[in-house]
T-cell receptor, first 111, second 121 residues
Framework: GQQVMQIPQYQHVQEGEDFTTYCNSSTTLSNIQWYKQRPGGHPVFLIQLVKSGEVKKQKRLTFQFGEAKKNSSLHITATQTTDVGTYFCAGSTSGTYKYIFGTGTRLKVLA | GAGVSQSPSNKVTEKGKDVELRCDPISGHTALYWYRQSLGQGLEFLIY????????KSGLPSDRFSAERTGGSVSTLTIQRTQQEDSAVYLCASSALPPMRQPLVLNTEAFFGQGTRLTVV
């Protein structure tokens, strides 16, 4: 079945450093979403990518969808303590709205 | 309502008992999802509904798990004869999805509830 892996599993950075998490799907995706889950909270939607090679930016966050629509990345520039949490990608394949979540990357930012 | 509501927020049950978890989605949202999240782990897909029908039940771990949705709104997830490995946070999400035949031009973001923390002792 469809699997979505993320690396790294954990990342500790100093405040001000950059951070990147990578998402890889075993199957071609029709679209991919990114969510952030703060400690003790529930996932909150960040963005959705649909087109091959698409790049979207939200302030310090840059999201990219691979040309083959099987991988994606989230890059945070100059991390802040408010960026702490677990970042999940979630992908669905054509013909379904079933979203499989990635394994997540837990980010800790040291002040 | 303003957001996705789940009840109860916490449930402690004895092994072997049945439990029912409830999800009230955002009004008008056609899609409803159930996920399970163990401590420090990712989200495990259980089932999703499009209206009252469930196109994909492949994530239900065993036949002890069942879910239904009535009136295109409230959903209940039932776990029969609970086991200790069922302990987790059960998350519900809803989404306003266009019909499958229409191009995906709008965000299909899922709005999550706060979850039900189930502990089987």
């Amino acid at each position: 079945g469809q699997q979505v892996m993320q690396i790294p599993q954990y990342q500790h950075v100093q405040e001000g450093e950059d951070f990147t998490t990578y998402c890889n799907s075993s199957t071609t995706l029709s679209n991919i979403q990114w969510y952030k889950q703060r400690p003790g909270g529930h996932p909150v939607f960040l963005i959705q990518l649909v087109k091959s090679g698409e790049v979207k930016k939200q302030k310090r966050l840059t999201f990219q969808f691979g040309e083959a629509k099987k991988n994606s990345s989230l890059h945070i520039t100059a991390t802040q303590t408010t960026d702490v949490g677990t970042y999940f990608c979630a992908g669905s394949t054509s013909g379904t709205y079933k979203y499989i979540f990635g394994t997540g990357t837990r980010l800790k930012v040291l002040a | 309502g303003a957001g996705v509501s789940q009840s109860p927020s916490n449930k402690v049950t004895e092994k072997g008992k049945d439990v029912e978890l409830r999800c009230d989605p955002i009004s008008g949202h056609t899609a409803l999802y159930w996920y399970r999240q163990s401590l420090g782990q990712g989200l495990e897909f259980l089932i999703y509904f499009q209206g009252n029908s469930a196109p994909d039940k492949s994530g239900l771990p065993s036949d002890r798990f069942s879910a239904e949705r009535t009136g295109g709104s409230v959903s209940t997830l039932t776990i029969q004869r609970t086991q200790q490995e069922d302990s987790a946070v059960y998350l519900c999400a809803s989404s306003a999805l266009p019909p499958m035949r229409q191009p995906l031009v709008l965000n299909t973001e899922a709005f999550f509830g706060q979850g039900t923390r189930l502990t089987v002792v």
